[in-house]
Antibody, heavy 123, light 105 residues
Framework: QIQLQQSGPGLVKPSQTLSLTCAVS??????????WNWIRESPSRGLEWLGR?????????EYAASVEGRMTINPDTSKNQFSLQLNSVTPDDTAVYYC?????????????WGQGTRVTVSS | DIQMTQSPSSLSASIGDRVTITCRAS??????LSWYQQKPGKAPQLLIS???NLQTGVPSRFSGGGSGTDFTLTISSLQPEDFATYYC?????????FGQGTKLE
């Protein structure tokens, strides 16, 4: 059974960096058939895909245009986890952040998801 | 980006009702369409992939259909545990995008 366990702070000050980690069990972040994603949910934006990393003989990382330049996703094979860093946060980045595994046809469906981390950007 | 539009945004229904939610993509996505159920305070859960493939453990009262730009999620006989918010999502291209959700109440 594949499980994703998120960790990280729930409160970040404006202009600082939001950092979250997603630990994977039951699968490998180096899997050749899966991709590892970050998604957020807010009342203003709904469910928004942020980015992903995956391994196909080498590592690939892709970001949504809305966060490119501010966001970094890092896979960590030694701990079998992947992380999100979002720089220069503003109150608009307040959301519930999820990690999710994607697999299957096309760019893949998301299953399973992490439990979610409610992040508030406030001083 | 591909826009996903769900209708209705909310739906009032009763136990035993047959309910259909529609999802329209702004361009053809073949059958690369997934449906999720989300309950308050929880992460979305995958119900259906590639438009009509019911996931293991999902009750058979749920079904999905469609291809190209128009898709449906049908619940044949609504049960108390089905009151939730439902989302469609295209996995045809990056960025993967979601509908705005349909709240079943």
């Amino acid at each position: 059974q594949i499980q994703l366990q998120q960790s990280g702070p729930g409160l970040v000050k404006p202009s600082q960096t939001l950092s979250l980690t997603c630990a994977v069990s039951g699968d490998s972040v180096s899997s050749s058939i899966a991709a590892w994603n970050w998604i957020r949910e807010s009342p203003s934006r709904g469910l928004e895909w942020l980015g992903r990393t995956y391994y196909r003989s080498k590592w690939y990382i892709e970001y949504a245009a809305s966060v490119e330049g501010r966001m970094t996703i890092n896979p960590d094979t030694s701990k079998n986890q992947f992380s999100l860093q979002l720089n220069s946060v503003t109150p608009d980045d307040t959301a519930v952040y999820y990690c999710a595994r994607a697999s299957g046809p096309g760019k893949g469906h998301f299953d399973p998801w992490g439990q979610g981390t409610r992040v508030t950007v406030s001083s | 980006d591909i826009q996903m539009t769900q209708s209705p945004s909310s739906l009032s229904a009763s136990i035993g009702d047959r309910v259909t939610i529609t999802c329209r993509a702004s361009q053809s996505i073949n059958n690369f369409l997934s449906w999720y159920q989300q309950k308050p305070g929880k992460a979305p859960q995958l119900l259906i992939s590639v438009a009509s493939n019911l996931q293991t453990g999902v009750p058979s009262r749920f079904s999905g259909g469609g291809s190209g730009t128009d898709f449906t999620l049908t619940i044949s006989s609504l049960q108390p545990e089905d009151f939730a918010t439902y989302y469609c999502q295209q996995c045809y291209t990056i960025p993967q995008t979601f509908g705005q959700g349909t709240k079943l109440e």
